[in-house]
């Protein structure tokens, strides 16, 4: 199994970044697909997620009305659409996969897990 993430970069308060999310090995359609992010010297922490089952996607507080995770299970690939970027979003962003549609805010939740993409919010 192999998780791709891509799409990170420098960008200003303000703007926008689409992140994406290439699987394989895995029958994507059947795994609920997570990213997470950890800021230097701090723990790694929920974004956002999208169950496999086609529960309404959720969201950490911090993102919400600003993120939007989406999927397409024929590319099998998860993305993370991040508009109105602020500096206290700068941080490691990763991808993560796993069978459960439970506890999938925890990162031990999660079977796999993508190498992560900097995200950079200039102020």
């Known amino acids: 199994v192999q998780l791709q993430a891509y799409g990170g970069g420098l960008v200003q308060a303000g703007g926008s970044l689409r992140l994406s999310c290439a699987a394989s090995g895995l029958t994507f359609s059947s795994y609920t697909m997570g990213w997470f992010r950890q800021a230097p010297g701090k723990e790694r922490e929920f974004v956002a997620v999208?169950?496999?089952?086609?529960?309404?996607?959720s969201y950490a507080d911090s993102v919400k009305g600003r993120f939007t995770i989406s999927r397409d299970n024929a590319k099998n690939t998860v993305y993370l659409q991040m508009n109105s970027l602020k500096p206290e979003d700068t941080a490691v962003y990763y991808c993560?996969?796993?069978?459960?549609?439970?506890?999938?805010?925890?990162?031990?939740?999660?079977?796999?897990w993508g190498q992560g993409t900097q995200v950079t919010v200039s102020s």
């Open positions: 999208f169950r496999w089952s086609g529960i309404s996607p």
């Open positions: 993560a996969g796993t069978r459960s549609s439970w506890n999938v805010i925890v990162t031990s939740t999660y079977d796999y």
